[in-house]
């Protein structure tokens, strides 16, 4: 048996343990580079964040235009989520290997590509191809733009770098939800799609310009049979947990695809221990901050984002809205996200470090959960919902981007594409993971009908209010050993 060592990344203990170290400043050209650089990086974030939420929106024109049954219609969702949730780590791992601006170019071009074909489709399976190829794209451009925003941005420089990062993923939700049912009423659902075609077609067209390629992993050969076996796990962990949300955590689905994943992991780290050149060094993990991290990006995705699924629930059945004004009442979360993640976020970072903010943003998103769970009877919208989603939103901003910055600062720069995918990939699988069970925890109590009662909200919001609090304590454990956020 045979395994790979790292290298693993030197720590010293800095004189303030959670200031970057400053870096010289730049050349007037070298600073217009990087500011395109930077823009044409938030832009791709954007444009997946954007093609998530602006999709759900039109759904229901595809299933009138397409006369998709629950099935059919469940596909156009999940073909995406499953292909871009099963190919993040694999596609960070060959970021690492053939160049990740490379991939970020192949990535956003195949990105476009599914796009036309999802908007020109005529029936269900073109569109359902053309969301695959879309995951797909979003899976190999997502990762590796991520890693080249850490190469990129070095020092005091990576915090604002970082906090416009998340500031796009929070306006591409806002803007997909506004937007999309604005194009699918006047111009038809193909239009939610064509949207982002531009943004794409500037990524190919620019990528080579404005992108260092950065550092790439040496290795004699590609580890075939640890990406089968990695991608089918998750995949299989993904499927288990959306079949899970649909049918209970003991439907036949859920129950085979977990029982799958769980083999197909197993798998996996046999074939890693066993090559001489793993897709995923194990010894990766002999790091307690990147190890923690990847349990933070399960925790916190599952604590984030089952919040909006039982919100937009929420909204629905104990206050009738229609899902035209559910959509709307989730606007200020997105704003809130973009206003915080662009103004307070930075100051944080350089304040606290990134290790600390996560905390921070946890226990923020624990309040929001538990202002949620313990709301008056009768309360309308502004005092019900709002407040809580403020804080909510304030709570994701601060502890999503520290997360992956967490786990891409612990391994070395030749894995940056890896520790990317492994990131995205574990925040994925937290966040179908915790949908499936905060919604079968509202289920639970729910009405004769099947439908979320008014005694299942609070109870689901009051177990994610815990995961997030257990997060941030295990957040602090990392903080605690470091001395610091360095």
Do not use: K
Not at 196 to 210: D, G, K
Not at 256 to 262: E, R, Y
């Amino acid at each position: 048996m045979t395994t790979s060592t790292v290298p693993r990344p030197t720590r010293s203990r800095p004189v303030a343990a959670h200031a970057a170290p400053i870096t010289p400043p730049l050349p007037p050209h070298e600073r217009r580079r990087r500011a395109i650089a930077l823009g044409l990086l938030a832009s791709a974030q954007f444009v997946v964040m954007l093609d998530t939420s602006i999709v759900n929106v039109a759904l229901p024109s595809i299933q009138a235009d397409l006369t998709l049954g629950p099935t059919g219609l469940s596909w156009v969702v999940n073909a995406y989520v499953l292909t871009f949730g099963g190919l993040l780590l694999l596609f960070g791992r060959v970021a690492d290997l053939v160049g990740r601006r490379r991939m970020f170019t192949v990535g956003s071009a195949l990105f476009a590509v599914g796009t036309l074909v999802a908007a020109g489709a005529a029936d269900q399976w073109t569109l359902v191809a053309g969301r695959v190829v879309q995951g797909a794209g979003a899976a190999a451009l997502s990762p590796a733009a991520m890693s080249l925003l850490m190469l990129t941005f070095p020092g005091d420089r990576r915090a604002r770098a970082m906090s416009i990062w998340g500031a796009a993923s929070a306006v591409g939700g806002a803007t997909g939800v506004l937007a999309g049912g604005l194009l699918a009423g006047y111009l038809g659902w193909s239009s939610v799609f064509l949207v982002t075609v531009p943004v794409s077609v500037a990524a190919v067209v620019l990528a080579h310009r404005v992108l260092d390629e950065g550092v790439r992993s040496t290795r004699r050969r590609f580890d075939v049979c640890g990406a089968i076996t990695i991608t089918a796990a998750v995949v299989a962990l993904v499927h288990g947990a959306v079949g899970a949300a649909e049918g209970g955590w003991a439907s036949p689905s859920a129950i085979t695809s977990l029982a799958w994943s769980a083999l197909l992991l197993t798998t996996f780290v046999v074939v890693e221990r066993r090559t001489d050149d793993p897709l995923v060094p194990l010894d990766l993990f002999r790091s307690r901050v990147l190890s923690t991290g990847v349990a933070l990006a399960v925790l916190g995705g599952a604590a984030r984002a089952s919040t909006f699924v039982l919100v937009a629930l929420y909204l629905q059945s104990a206050l009738a809205m229609s899902p035209q004004r559910a959509g709307l009442a989730m606007v200020p979360t997105s704003l809130t996200g973009f206003v915080v993640s662009l103004t307070l976020l930075p100051r944080v970072l350089r304040t606290l470090g990134p290790r600390s903010s996560l905390v921070a943003g946890l226990v923020v998103l624990s309040a929001g959960h538990l202002w949620l769970a313990n709301v008056p009877a009768g309360a309308g919208y502004p005092v019900a919902v709002l407040p809580g989603l403020l804080l909510v939103a304030t709570g994701v901003a601060l502890s999503f981007t520290p997360t992956s910055m967490v786990i891409a600062a612990a391994a070395p720069d030749t894995y940056a594409g890896l520790a990317s995918g492994l990131a995205g990939s574990a925040t994925q699988v937290g966040a179908a993971l915790g949908t499936a069970s905060f919604t079968a925890i509202a289920l639970s109590a729910g009405s004769s009908a099947g439908a979320p009662g008014p005694a299942g909200f609070p109870m689901a919001f009051t177990a994610a209010a815990v995961v997030a609090l257990v997060t941030a304590l295990l957040g602090c454990t990392i903080v605690r050993r470091w001395g610091g956020d360095g």
